[in-house]
């Protein structure tokens, strides 16, 4: 327990000294063009989680391999001076889409999982066939997208310098899946990063919303994976209406 | 389902190997009723489907048994479907049996199964006079499936019969479409991405098939589902 608090007060410490002091917002769309399918286990990718994730990388630089897995920083940097992502938020919800692609026609991979020398450190035979490390089948769904889109709200300048960092989208990039060929930021006149001609472009949570006409659990601030995000909120791509307070601060 | 996979199947039906393997079943399931205590283990996929119209054919009033995940694991929509295609298929005698350890520990409800059916329900049918089981398996599925079909199980004094035991995803299909019986939906979203010989009915986001990369596609195709546990 002493060292997991020692290990969260170091990347702590490291997180503060990352702040951006002057934003300028604006509304922009982001293209990224990709050169292979991108691979998921979910309909669409949150760009916010992604910014959310760069940010991370950018200020920890190898450390970020070496963070307390699947444990949400941000709980423990409750005081607000955690990293700020270069993104506006209003309440709450930040402004930045999930992902458009396009063409979207889901297809289906199977990857072999097979033994590797790494998994086991003991000079003896491996069962391949059976038991622990037996080899096996498994079902990966793409999108043979050539472009993904998102909408946001936030400094441009900071979010191009934070996307040059990216290597690919989704899952699998390791393997090559989801490759960026390159990508353009271009400024938009209105803000679609929250909704789009009444159509949510993100899950937003019921209590900022007038209307709905779908409502599903889904988390909705990044860390997406994080339990404690998981609220009823209205899936990207339904019809709503924003309530007063949202609708005022778009 | 594609107008070109109707077709087909259609076509299918009318193969002499397809009738053969039809006439066996029907044997098969006749032979056992007129010895048996019988009930249909009926899970809503497309096996145990053709395996209770097959049944219901012979004796409309059998019990069939649906056991029930819980809505972690079955959707209640998807449940609601299973129960209405029992219903139009023609059964009269539902039993829905379920364990309240699906409520208690959500996702993380493993072996439930074995414990909560094998282990009570089982005994519990045999005390009511059943002594004989149809099941909708296939040699064709796996090899440890080929093995159990061939080797009849009797389990805890049930007799296992699996009446589709020689039969194919086409035989299967043949059979649904040929006497337009109704289908889980489930089955024309997976067969678009897995194709219809490949798709299986299996309970959602169960860890048991995680390994296996079914998560993902659940994930893509049932994302509303995904975050029920919390």
Redesign the interface.
């Known amino acids: 327990m002493i060292n997991i608090q020692k290990e969260i007060n170091y990347f702590k410490r490291k997180m503060l000294t990352y702040r951006h002091k002057f934003y300028q917002w604006q509304p922009f769309k982001i293209t990224f063009y990709l050169s292979s399918p991108i691979a998921?286990?979910?309909?669409w990718l949150h760009f916010d989680g992604l910014i959310a994730h760069l940010s991370l990388l950018y200020v920890l630089g190898n450390d970020f391999y070496l963070l307390p897995a699947k444990f949400p920083l941000s709980l423990v940097l409750k005081d607000g001076k955690g990293p700020i992502l270069p993104l506006k938020k209003t309440g709450q919800l930040w402004h930045a889409s999930v992902s458009i692609l396009e063409p979207y026609k889901?297809?289906?991979e199977?990857?072999y999982k097979r033994f590797e020398d790494r998994f086991c450190a003991q000079k003896k035979k491996i069962r391949r066939g059976s038991g622990y490390f037996k080899d096996?089948?498994?079902?990966?769904?793409y999108i043979s997208a050539r472009t993904c889109t998102f909408y946001a709200v936030g400094d441009i300048e900071a979010v191009a310098k934070l996307c040059t960092m990216i290597v690919g989208l989704g899952?699998e990039t390791r393997i090559g899946f989801g490759a960026i060929r390159d990508f353009v930021l271009e400024p938009t006149d209105k803000d679609y990063s929250i909704v789009k001609d009444g159509k949510a472009m993100r899950p937003i949570p019921k209590r900022f919303l007038r209307r709905w006409a779908k409502l599903?659990?889904?988390?909705w601030t990044p860390p997406y994976w994080a339990?404690d995000r998981?609220e009823l909120c209205a899936?990207p791509f339904t019809e709503v209406e924003l309530g007063e307070e949202m609708a005022r601060d778009i | 389902m594609e107008k070109k996979w109707q077709e087909t199947f259609k076509l299918w039906a009318q193969n002499k190997q397809y009738q053969e393997k039809l006439e066996g079943a029907k044997c098969l399931i006749s032979k056992a009723l007129s010895e048996y205590k019988c009930y249909v283990a009926y899970s809503g996929g497309k096996d145990s489907t053709v395996v209770l119209h097959l049944v219901l054919q012979l004796n409309p009033n059998v019990m069939v048994l649906h056991w029930d995940y819980g809505r972690y694991y079955m959707p209640k929509e998807v449940l609601e479907e299973i129960i209405g295609i029992a219903r139009k298929v023609g059964v009269r005698n539902l039993r829905i049996e379920t364990s309240d350890l699906y409520k208690k520990l959500g996702r993380k409800a493993i072996n439930v199964l074995g414990r909560e059916l094998l282990g009570k329900l089982v005994p519990q049918l045999y005390k009511e006079g059943y002594r004989c089981v149809f099941l909708g398996l296939r040699a064709e599925e796996s090899i440890r499936r080929k093995l159990r079909v061939k080797n009849t199980r009797i389990l805890k004094g049930i007799k296992e019969i699996c009446p589709l035991h020689n039969w194919t995803w086409l035989d299967v299909w043949a059979y649904i479409v040929s006497n337009n019986l109704p289908y889980l939906s489930h089955y024309d979203k997976y067969a678009?991405?897995?194709g219809w010989n490949k798709t299986r009915f299996v309970t959602y986001f169960d860890p048991e098939f995680n390994?296996?990369?079914?998560?993902?596609?659940d994930?893509?195709?049932m994302?509303?589902y995904?975050?029920?546990t919390?």
Do not use: C, D, S
Request: no cysteine.
């Open positions: 998921l286990n979910h309909p889901i297809y289906l199977t990857l096996y089948a498994m079902k990966t769904p899952n599903v659990p889904l988390a339990r998981i899936p | 678009q991405i897995e390994k296996f990369g079914a998560q993902n596609l994930g893509v195709l994302w509303q995904k975050y029920l919390r």
